[in-house]
């Protein structure tokens, strides 16, 4: 039972120390109450420590992800990229997890269909909207360019491409800022997607049920 515990908490190095004891001691007296003290009892009670060690990662990240969100909602201090970064790191832990848990074949393909078209989305959105920005800031550079050329031949001429090679650059600003804000949105959806599969089909222990870190 002491290896199990010890292979658990070596699966654990993305929680702090004192979350990782919190974890460590609940299995603990869990097998122990439940007069497991072997390694393949602990096993049959609570799975190997890989799965389990996944899904305490999940369920912690779900719920610092949403105890963000709460804060956010109240102060306003969680910036965009912290927003996007938090739900990226939920999803990957998620994912995971989910690989690890012992679903039926078809709620598996259910889950895989749901990820590959959400992110398929996500990706064609995402080029899409890049294609349009890069585009827009090649035709201010050569706006600017041509309008420097013409200055010394038409200067008005020149003047009015340099208007436009600003005009376009700074439209570029705004669509960045656009595709950032896309991107969050998206990244946020499947984030919650994520959780509610998750939380729909993943198996839970006795215990994991009982575990709240």
Do not use: C
């Amino acid at each position: 039972m002491t290896d199990y515990i010890r292979a658990v908490e070596k699966l654990l190095g993305q929680l702090t120390t004192a979350e990782q004891q919190e974890v460590v001691e609940y299995y603990r007296e869990y097998l122990l109450d439940a007069g497991i003290d072997t390694y393949q009892g602990a096993v049959d009670e609570l799975g190997s420590p890989r799965p389990l060690a996944r899904k305490v990662l999940a369920d912690y990240s779900i719920r610092m992800n949403e105890k963000d969100k709460a804060d956010a909602d109240t102060s306003q201090s969680r910036s965009m990229v912290q927003a996007t970064k938090s739900n990226v790191r939920t999803v990957w832990l998620i994912i995971l997890a989910m690989l690890s848990a012992p679903v039926t074949i078809p709620i598996l393909l259910l889950i895989m269909a749901l990820f590959i078209a959400f992110a398929a989305a996500l990706f064609g959105l995402i080029v899409a909207v890049l294609a349009v920005f890069l585009s827009i800031v090649a035709l201010g550079v050569v706006g600017l360019v041509v309008g420097i050329i013409m200055l010394f031949q038409a200067p008005w001429t020149g003047i009015f491409y340099l208007g436009v090679g600003l005009f376009f650059l700074g439209a570029s600003l705004l669509g960045w800022l656009i595709l950032k804000w896309v991107s969050s949105w998206v990244i946020g959806g499947l984030s919650w997607l994520a959780k509610k599969i998750y939380q729909r089909f993943i198996p839970r222990s006795r215990a994991e049920r009982g575990h709240k870190l």
